[in-house]
């Protein structure tokens, strides 16, 4: 007699188990939907983070290479590595790296007479990188 209970009590555990894991999963894909909700109306919040996090690592590269000096190069060849860990094919051509280095020159207090002369050999006269990177320079704050 006892071993009729016992068979009950395993199948209402394995029917109760049964029953948390799909309500769990349903639960979770509702779950799931609404964070998709969210992230898509958050995506450009995070795209502006994204572009901060980048402008703002060049900004910080560019000032170290400022203060400290060094072949230009090693230089471009760091803002190469900087643009690839942040999923910029094309640094060259991104106005953000030249914002960037606008800043970091600023920062690393570069007198603009000397900030003209770095604009003018990195943008090769082009208007609208230069124009970052005098935006870059204007917006920051010296240290």
């Known amino acids: 007699m006892r071993a009729i209970p016992a068979a009950s009590l395993v199948l209402l555990l394995v029917a109760g188990c049964s029953f948390y894991d799909s309500s769990r999963s349903s639960s979770e894909s509702s779950g799931s939907s609404s964070a998709s909700s969210a992230s898509s109306s958050g995506s450009s919040a995070s795209s502006a983070a994204r572009k901060d996090s980048y402008i703002n690592d060049v900004a910080g590269y560019t000032e170290a290479y400022a203060k400290s000096g060094g072949q230009f190069d090693g230089f471009t060849r760091g803002l190469s590595e900087i643009a690839q ?58 240290k």
């Open 85 to 142: 860990k942040h999923g910029v094919t094309d640094w060259e051509s991104d106005a953000d790296t030249f914002t960037g280095i606008g800043a970091g020159l600023r920062r690393a207090n570069v007198p603009s007479a000397q900030f003209e002369v770095w604009k003018q050999n990195l943008t090769n006269g082009d208007a609208t990188k230069a124009t970052a990177m005098q935006k870059g320079y204007d917006n920051a704050t010296p």
